[in-house]
């Protein structure tokens, strides 16, 4: 996936571009801050680093998803290899991703599924109180309205991206529309994985843990760029990675439940067309690890050119 490209691009021998800016105090951030309010700065650096990981997590979870259902096709419909079909590159059972709530958090969300997830603008849908706002996802050919019921009856996995204030009247409209195979993934904190599965009245949800460490705000979290910037850069991918690979930066470890509910989520999709449990979870495995295994040797060979 191009996120993972990301970690086997060669450092460039270019001179990085120069902030005229730098020595220049007075213009810097930090410096209309009172010292009450410079103590408080590292919030800023949780709060963009959470956001980075939080994308970039969700992107990798959207590859792996989707990695299934071509697997899950093949199985189900095996075709040879004519010279037809290899002319036919675009994958088929593209998996449909919805994002409810396209606020800061969304709409960077979005960019990075349409950048670095492979997901074409067609197959993704926001769902917002105000579409009218998003003229350039729309000016991309996505699909953005204000209707939940039709966002979560038309995709695959839904990302729910909204106030912690807003989930229980989200949860009270969608709880008897939910279709049995939409996978939700909540990007809201502050609701458990258990008391979302009370509110919405189903078990397919992925909730991400955030772990921040006193220190984590002293590793290379560049606030001044946006999400999509910020992948551009081999380090900060690592230390996205879910599960953990450069665990010494790494603000967030899945614990084992949340893999474990991951693979769960999978192993069932696959399931449903091969009904051979060894079969199923070679696919899983495969699914889940090759991507994991890309990172590893792009890290390598990543270290070794510099």
Request: charged share 25%.
């Amino acid at each position: 996936m191009d996120l993972v490209q990301r970690l086997k691009q060669k450092v460039t021998t270019e001179p990085p571009p120069v902030d005229i800016t730098e020595n220049l105090e007075t213009l810097q951030f930090e410096s209309a801050l009172t010292e009450e309010e410079k103590a408080l700065l590292h919030l800023r650096y949780r709060s963009h680093a959470l956001t980075v990981t939080a994308c970039a997590q969700a992107t990798y979870f959207t590859v792996v998803l989707n990695e299934a259902r071509q697997l899950r096709r093949q199985i189900k419909s095996p075709q040879k290899k004519t010279a037809k079909i290899l002319q036919d590159r675009e994958p088929k059972d593209q998996v449909k991703v919805g994002i409810l709530g396209c606020g800061r958090l969304g709409s960077q969300l979005a960019h990075c599924l349409l950048t670095y997830g492979g997901v074409r603008p067609k197959d993704l849908k926001v769902s917002t109180r105000r579409p009218e706002t998003l003229e350039y996802l729309q000016s991309k050919g996505v699909d953005c309205f204000y209707d939940n019921i039709k966002l979560i009856t038309t995709s695959h996995i839904v990302y729910l991206c909204v106030l912690p204030s807003q989930i229980p009247s989200i949860a009270e409209e969608l709880k008897h529309n939910i279709p049995p195979t939409v996978i939700f993934y909540s990007l809201v904190s502050t609701y458990t994985t258990k008391k979302l599965k009370q509110l919405l009245l189903t078990s397919s949800i992925i909730h991400p843990e955030f772990t921040w460490r006193d220190d984590s705000h002293t590793n290379t979290w560049d606030c001044t760029l946006n999400v999509n910037a910020a992948l551009e850069n081999p380090d900060t991918v690592e230390m996205t990675c879910p599960i953990g690979y450069k665990k010494s930066e790494s603000i967030n470890l899945w614990p084992l439940k949340v893999r474990q509910s991951n693979a769960i989520l999978l192993y069932d999709m696959v399931y449903t067309v091969t009904t051979d449990k060894s079969r199923t979870l070679h696919v899983t495995s495969f699914c889940i690890v090759q991507d994991l295994m890309e990172i590893n040797s792009g890290k390598d060979s990543f270290q070794e050119d510099r």
